[in-house]
Structures are given as C-alpha cells and as structure tokens.
Nanobody, 126 residues
Framework: QVQLVESGGGSVQAGGSLRLSCSAS????????IAWFRQAPGKEREGVAA????????YYADFVKGRFVFSRDNAKNQISLQMNSLKPEDSAMYYC???????????????????WGQGTQVTVSS
C-alpha cells in the first residue's frame, strides 16, 4: 500500500525557515514526479514546487522561486523542501503528492497526481 507522510511543519515568524519532508512507503521515489501543494483556508489547492527524480528537473511556482529549494535523501526514501524567507502568505496546509515519470509543464495540476499525503500545517506570523 502506497503511503506518503509529510513532516516538518510548524509555526515561525516572517523571515524564518522551515524544512518539510515527504517520506514514502510502499514505493520508491525513483523516476517519479514528486510535488508539494498547499491550501490555505477558503482557497484552491495550488502547486508550490515539483521535482522529477529521474532527471533531477525542478519546478517552482513564481511565488516561491529563490526561497524554496528541493533536496533528496535516497537512503531515507525522502524528499525535502527547504523553505526560507517565509512570509505570512505562505501559511497553509502543505501536501506531498506523487505521480509517474515526468513532471513537465503540467506539474502544478492536481489531477496529475495519484498519491497524496495527509498534509502538514505551516503558519507564518508577521
């Protein structure tokens, strides 16, 4: 059974940093498109960033470029998202999602992803 588990959320002040991690059981991250989405209350779930583990291509939404960075720990079967210079508008529930090979231009479309985690809350105070 495939399961994705997010960790690392919490509360920080504006300008601070958090590191979110996505761990998988039941499958490996090899040759997968792994993405982070977020959803704030009353808003649509939106794509934050994605990485294609087969080729290393990374994709970032404009609103996080230069602030968020992917990393991968193969031994732990874990992919992390380092979030720096956090802003109050980054506050949301963050979800890890997985799809088959390739991310491409449609990386931010929710329908692309077969598996989702339960989410981890990020709160940024001003």
């Amino acid at each position: 059974q495939v399961q994705l588990v997010e960790s690392g959320g919490g509360s920080v002040q504006a300008g601070g940093s958090l590191r979110l991690s996505c761990s998988a059981s039941g499958f490996t991250f090899n040759n997968k498109c792994i993405a982070w989405f977020r959803q704030a209350p009353g808003k649509e779930r939106e794509g934050v960033a994605a990485i294609y583990t087969g080729g290393g291509n990374k994709y970032y939404a404009d609103f996080v470029k230069g602030r968020f960075v992917f990393s991968r720990d193969n031994a732990k079967n874990q992919i992390s998202l380092q979030m720096n210079s956090l802003k109050p508008e980054d506050s949301a529930m963050y979800y890890c999602a997985a799809a088959g090979p390739g991310c491409g231009s449609k990386w931010s479309l929710r329908d692309k992803y077969n598996y989702w985690g339960q989410g981890t809350q990020v709160t940024v105070s001003s």
